[in-house]
């Protein structure tokens, strides 16, 4: 136990188990924000912050993001009932 290092111990886990760590830290932290925020205002934060990440993605690959809005609209479009369509 004398050479036991947690810096040895995060490195191995982070360089052989790496989508293993991220989720399990994602998901540590998720659930910490809903025991302290709640569920809805953290789900409010992640989808937000989801929005935030997939538009700084479309911006820094130089998309088009007028094609990106028109495929969202015609996505609300087809979930929202014709009645409430003007």
Same mark, same amino acid.
């Given at each position: 136990?004398?050479?036991?290092?947690?810096?040895?111990?995060?490195?191995?886990?982070?360089?052989?188990?790496?989508?293993?760590?991220?989720?399990?830290?994602?998901?540590?932290?998720?659930?910490?924000?809903?025991?302290?925020?709640?569920?809805? #205002?953290?789900?409010?934060?992640?989808?937000?912050?989801?929005?935030? @990440?997939? !538009?700084?993605? &479309? %911006?820094? #690959?130089?998309?088009?993001?007028?094609?990106?809005?028109?495929?969202? @609209?015609? !996505?609300?479009? &087809? %979930?929202?009932?014709?009645?409430?369509?003007?």
């Amino acid at each position: 136990m004398d050479n036991f290092s947690w810096k040895k111990c995060i490195t191995n886990l982070w360089q052989n188990h790496r989508a293993k760590t991220i989720g399990f830290s994602l998901g540590f932290i998720i659930s910490v924000a809903i025991l302290v925020f709640g569920f809805f #205002k953290t789900l409010f934060v992640i989808i937000f912050t989801g929005a935030g @990440l997939f !538009i700084g993605n &479309k %911006i820094d #690959k130089n998309d088009d993001l007028s094609d990106v809005a028109e495929n969202f @609209l015609d !996505i609300v479009q &087809k %979930i929202i009932p014709p009645i409430f369509r003007r």
